[in-house]
Each structure stands twice: as structure tokens, then as C-alpha cells.
């Protein structure tokens, strides 16, 4: 299996522009989770989707934050307007169930730069 | 508080010793924990994770839990330079992670 795909690796962006994150989960799993890491507030759960659906997005930082999974294979995380406190690192994890010992498997992740 | 807590780092040890990393937790509903490895510049990878308390060993690697002191830790036997990295302790809440801080550890050869 090719374990979870993001895209892109890097971004850098100017603060306002509209910047979006993509991930392709493990085929067969059905939680599809969207996290941040920044050095200050460490790795932070953002949303997570079950079947596609938004489950938690208790995460979500602000209304600039928007999160869409339209089929099983694909999911995005936008930012509208971007701002500098946007930069970290953004991992997608996706987990075959959610039960109390399932395991999250995490992609590559996207580091974000926003100047 | 906050609701996962490591012992800051970093954590130096030699070759061939055991690196001791700690993790409290805040919510006694907790069921379950994991231990995740990270190299700079990496993703998160899973090292094991624990449910009952005692211990559970997997090659290396020892974690043990004590729910009434709500307290768990992974043990790092015969360290080798390629087990540096920052080990972050994750905790089940509502089948949501919550992760530490994280410890860094390093192996000197």
C-alpha cells in the first residue's frame, strides 16, 4: 500500500491568498483525520471525517478553515485568507476504524508558509 | 493544565543505555495510549500502544501504565543512535488523539 498521500509537500504563500491541501487516505479506511504541528501548541486534531462525513471539527481554528472529503480517496483542507500564524506542518492520518486502540497512520504532511 | 504532559526534554543517553520517558494525562476516562516516534522533518510513526495497566513489551521497547496514578511511560532498552528523535505520548479521548508536547531524545554513540 502507498500509505497516506498529501500534496503538496511545501507551500509557500503570501498572507491572504487562498491555499488548499490535499490527502489521499489508505484505500479501506473509513476515518480520514486533518492535524496540526507548530512548535508552540504541538500536534493539534483539526477535523476528522467518518464515510466522508465531517464528524468533529471542534478543531478548527477559525471560519478561515474549511475541511471537504467528496469520496472516499480524497480530501481537502483550505485556508481563506491565509495568515502567517497559518505557518506549521499539516498532517492527514486516516485509521481503518475508531475504536480505543485502533492505529492512526500519518502522510508525509504539507509544510505551510505563509510570508 | 494541560491534557497530555511529557517530561521536557531533551533527553540524552548513551549507547546501550534505557531512556525513561514519562507522560501524565488529565482525564481518568482515558482508555487507551500510544507511543509515536518522530524524526526531524518526518511524520508521526506509531511505536506501540497500551490499554491495560502493567506492561507490554515489543522488542526494545517497554510501556507501562498505571491508571490510578494516571501515568505512562515507555522505556528504551539498549538505545542505539538511530532511536534519536522526539517521542510524542498520545492519549484516547473520545476516540480523538490527543498528543504531548513530546521528548526529545538523543543517542550519543
Not at chain 1, 478548527?60 to 480524497?74: T, Y
Not at chain 2, 505512562?72 to 532511536?83: A, F, T, W
Request: charged share 20%; hydrophobic share 30%.
Amino acid at each position: 500500500d502507498a500509505g497516506v498521500i498529501q500534496s503538496p509537500r511545501h507551500e509557500v504563500t503570501e498572507m491572504g491568498q487562498e491555499v488548499t491541501l490535499r490527502c489521499k487516505p489508505i484505500s479501506g479506511h473509513d476515518y480520514l483525520f486533518w492535524y496540526r504541528q507548530t512548535m508552540m501548541r504541538g500536534l493539534e486534531l483539526l477535523i476528522y471525517f467518518n464515510n466522508n462525513v465531517p464528524i468533529d471539527d471542534s478543531g478548527m481554528p477559525e471560519d478561515r478553515f474549511s475541511a471537504k472529503m467528496p469520496n472516499a480517496s480524497f480530501s481537502t483542507l483550505k485556508i481563506q485568507p491565509s495568515e502567517p500564524r497559518d505557518s506549521a506542518v499539516y498532517f492527514c492520518a486516516s485509521s481503518f476504524v475508531l475504536t480505543s486502540t485502533d492505529t492512526q497512520y500519518f502522510g508525509p504532511g504539507t509544510r505551510l508558509t505563509v510570508l | 493544565q494541560k491534557e497530555v504532559e511529557q517530561n521536557s526534554g531533551p533527553l540524552s543517553v548513551p549507547e546501550g543505555a534505557i531512556a525513561s520517558l514519562n507522560c501524565t494525562y488529565s482525564d481518568r476516562g482515558s482508555q487507551s495510549f500510544f507511543w509515536y516516534r518522530q524524526y526531524s522533518g518526518k511524520s508521526p510513526e506509531l511505536i506501540m500502544f497500551i490499554y491495560s495497566n502493567g506492561d507490554k513489551e515489543d522488542g526494545r521497547f517497554t510501556a507501562q501504565l498505571n491508571k490510578a496514578s494516571q501515568y505512562v511511560s515507555l522505556l528504551i532498552r539498549d538505545s542505539q543512535p538511530s532511536d534519536s528523535a522526539t517521542y510524542l505520548c498520545a492519549v484516547n479521548q473520545e476516540y480523538k488523539l490527543s498528543f504531548g508536547a513530546g521528548t526529545t531524545v538523543t543517542v550519543r554513540a
